[in-house]
């Protein structure tokens, strides 16, 4: 079965810096997608950034990147220029492309403090 | 279309009564989740529809637990009995059957069991 590992409970930064979330999974697939989750406090989870096994190429959306290494099963998120409004429970999220209900698999979450 | 919605989006009961959740996914996602989630931790595959056909009940799913998506639109989830245990946050996710894997979620219903 797989398994999503998120080791930092939670993280700060001052606002305007950089900050990178670790995210670690286990599988025996070769072929799947991951996922970064933003839940914000009292709000709805939504999606930051999608990467594809299949792709080399690290996903970026706007000030949000992935380090994506394969081989060592990691997934981090990286923020760039940091904002009051990015504070939230980021979830990193695995999902299979051989389980056919398309379940999401997560971690436990970091806890992003933004320090103004 | 405004997004997944969920009723009510807090539910206190006491121990023993039975409760029922809503979930309106974006009217043309023809897949529907369930995800169960405690304080401090992700959210827990609980179970899954496309359309109306529940294909898939994760094992978290007792025989207190049942869902429905009647003609594969709206969906309930229903607990019977509660006990304090069930006290969590349900989310509810939809996504299109094709194209993007994007799951979209509702704002959850809390549900606290005293």
């Known amino acids: 079965a797989q398994t999503v590992t998120q080791s930092q409970p939670e993280m700060s930064v001052q606002e305007a810096e950089t900050v990178t979330l670790s995210c670690t999974y286990d599988?025996?697939?070769?072929?799947?997608?991951l996922f970064w989750y933003k839940q914000p406090p009292s709000r709805q989870m939504i999606l930051v950034i999608r990467?594809?096994?299949?792709k080399q190429q690290n996903a970026t959306e706007n000030r949000f990147s992935v380090n994506f290494q394969k081989a060592a099963k990691s997934f981090s998120l990286k923020i760039s220029d940091s904002q009051l409004g990015d504070a939230a429970m980021y979830f990193c999220?695995?999902?299979?492309?051989?389980?056919?209900?398309?379940?999401?698999?997560w971690g436990a979450g970091t806890k992003l403090i933004i320090k103004p | 279309d405004t997004g997944v919605s969920q009723d009510p989006r807090h539910k206190i009961t006491k121990r023993g009564q039975n409760v029922t959740f809503r979930c309106d996914p974006i009217?043309?996602?023809?897949?529907l989740y369930w995800y169960r989630q405690t304080l401090g931790q992700g959210p827990e595959f609980l179970t899954y529809?496309?359309?109306?056909?529940?294909?898939?009940k994760s094992r978290l799913l007792s025989d207190r637990f049942s869902a429905e998506r009647p003609k594969g639109s709206f969906s309930t989830l229903e607990i019977q009995r509660t006990e304090q245990g069930d006290s969590a946050m349900y989310l509810c996710?939809?996504?299109?059957?094709?194209?993007?894997?994007?799951?979209?979620f509702g704002p959850g219903t809390r549900l606290t069991v005293t």
């Open positions: 599988t025996s697939e070769s072929d799947y997608y």
């Open positions: 009217s043309e996602h023809n897949r």
């Open positions: 999220a695995y999902r299979s492309l051989m389980d056919s209900n398309y379940q999401l698999i």
């Open positions: 990467q594809e096994a299949y």
């Open positions: 529809f496309q359309n109306e056909a529940q294909l898939e």
């Open positions: 996710a939809s996504s299109p059957s094709f194209g993007s894997y994007e799951q979209y």
